[in-house]
């Protein structure tokens, strides 16, 4: 008998994941992917299962994969990937653990906690937001927040990178929007945290344009990374009935193929390199020209981190936010079904928690509640354990019918872990709600969230790491 009772979930056959590896590989040999990097399309053609597609309309920039160039690349890649705090302890293992959570990312707005008002993402937010996350214990990690808008584009990157890495020991991944700032970027966190390569505590983030483009700017971020000895998260953005099919099926086969050429390209780089792949399935509503996620994305999520465990490969995938004016119930609702469908199946990292208002603007009240979400979550996925041990029979002989199990040795010793103990949410009955001048929810968040907004200190070395960040960034003007 299994000795623990632990609910799973499991959306694809082992005939639909063949079906889907089949297709992708048929999509990758005839159709192909448009590379636009001259170093990547170099590094690819340079191999036996690359060559250029026949009457290519892009200029030569088209190529197709053979299927060993594919099995090739998925043997190559580590099924497991350890991942380090800045502090160089060992923080979590993508593809042997539960799925991990992460804050973020790229938002161009911050939402104030109190009045719900929007303003530009600055370097003060990304501060103070790293500090928040660095404060919620059931985040693993913190991805680029925002992009910060009160500096040049010419710095705003590196200003964003040092701000997370000076107010957060927690793992990063790392968005630049700048191709040029991208190296400059990893010089300063190796300057900052040397022996990056050795134990990474940052993973930069990566997204093609589908459908089956590997643009120049990713091409060359993948590489760079992975000449440098980093891991990286490599996720595709779709949008359904524009990007890829309207259906469930085109949507999630030429994502996953578009992963797999990916892959292709950092095996070739560096054969052995650690890859996070996975997919953002949005849909796109053609009245209102607005992406969104639809309750089939969840599913396409569950589908594709299936298809990575099939592969042996570490996933990373959606986060449940974007839907939602704030720390709504729309966004909550997303937030659940998100939440406990990856713990439920193999979702590996759900690296950008927090973003509203169409993934447009941070909510610091969303992070700090959903924060009470991935414990509810995490507890549920685990299960409980189902032996003679655990029934408690000794006490309930003694008591009889009518007793109680209040002073048992079992009782006792469980007492401090029965049951999830929210810190965001007081249970009050009907009586003290009253008494209490009947609280409302939203009102307890804003509070807590405020509050541990205002009370973060950052870490011990943040000064000494601003100094010599900004001294970095100052010898490249």
């Given amino acids: 008998m299994n000795p623990v009772v632990k609910p799973e979930l499991r959306v694809l056959t082992e005939e639909q994941v063949h079906f889907v590896h089949d297709r992708s590989k048929f999509i990758l040999s005839r159709v192909g992917v448009r590379v636009d990097s001259p170093r990547a399309l170099e590094i690819l053609l340079a191999s036996e299962g690359v060559t250029p ?38 923080a979590f293992r993508l593809g042997e653990d539960r799925t991990r959570f992460g804050v973020g990312t790229t ?46 584009p010419e710095t705003a990157d590196l200003v964003a990178s040092l701000e997370l890495i000076a107010n957060t020991t927690k793992p990063l991944a790392l968005l630049i929007s700048s191709d040029d700032l991208f190296g400059h970027a990893l010089d300063l966190a190796e300057r900052l945290r040397p022996g990056l390569a050795e134990k990474p505590f940052l993973i ?16 060359e971020k993948l590489m760079t990374s992975v000449e440098r000895g980093l891991p990286v998260i490599y996720n595709t953005y779709g949008m359904a009935g524009m990007s890829t099919p309207i259906t469930g099926a085109g949507t999630l086969t030429l994502l996953n193929a578009e992963l797999l050429a990916g892959l292709v390209l950092g095996q070739l780089v ?93 909510s610091p009240a969303l992070v700090v509640y959903s924060n009470d979400v991935i414990g509810r979550a995490v ?39 029965a049951y999830f103990e929210s810190q965001l949410m007081p249970r009050l009955g009907l009586e003290e709600w ?35 960040g900004e001294a970095f960034i100052q010898g490249l003007a």
């Fill in 379 to 417: 507890r549920l996925s685990e299960g409980f354990p189902l032996s003679e041990d655990e029934l408690d029979l000794d006490t309930l002989a003694d008591q009889g019918p009518g007793g109680n199990f209040l002073t048992s040795d079992l009782t006792l010793n469980r007492i401090q872990e």
């Fill in 434 to 468: 009253e008494d209490r001048d009947r609280p409302r929810f939203d009102d307890l968040l804003r509070k807590q969230t405020r509050n541990l907004l205002e009370d973060q200190n950052p870490p011990e070395d943040h000064e000494e790491l601003i100094s010599k």
């Fill in 204 to 219: 930069p983030y990566l997204n093609p344009v589908t459908p089956l483009i590997i643009n120049e700017g990713t091409a």
């Fill in 53 to 90: 597609a026949e009457h290519s309309p892009d200029g030569g920039r088209r190529v197709v994969f053979d299927e060993a160039v594919v099995e090739w690349a998925l043997g190559m890649a580590p099924d497991v990937v350890q991942v380090y705090d800045r502090i160089g302890d060992p």
């Fill in 107 to 152: 938002n161009l707005f911050y939402q104030d906690p109190t009045t719900d008002e929007i303003s530009p993402f600055s370097r003060r937010h990304m501060a103070v937001s790293a500090r928040l996350a660095q404060s919620l214990p059931n985040f693993d990690l913190v991805s680029t927040i925002g992009v910060v808008r009160d500096h040049p």
């Fill in 270 to 362: 560096r054969p052995g390199t650690p890859m996070i792949l996975g997919s953002l399935p949005a849909y796109f509503d053609m009245k209102t020209l607005q992406d969104f996620f639809d309750p089939h994305s969840w599913l396409l999520n569950l589908a594709c981190s299936e298809m990575m465990a099939h592969y042996r490969i570490p996933h990373s995938g959606t986060a449940g936010c974007g839907i939602g004016w704030g720390a709504d119930l729309a966004a909550v609702g997303q937030l659940w079904t998100n939440h406990i469908l990856s713990l439920l199946g193999k979702s590996g990292l759900a690296p950008a928690v927090g973003g509203v208002l169409g993934s447009k603007a941070f």
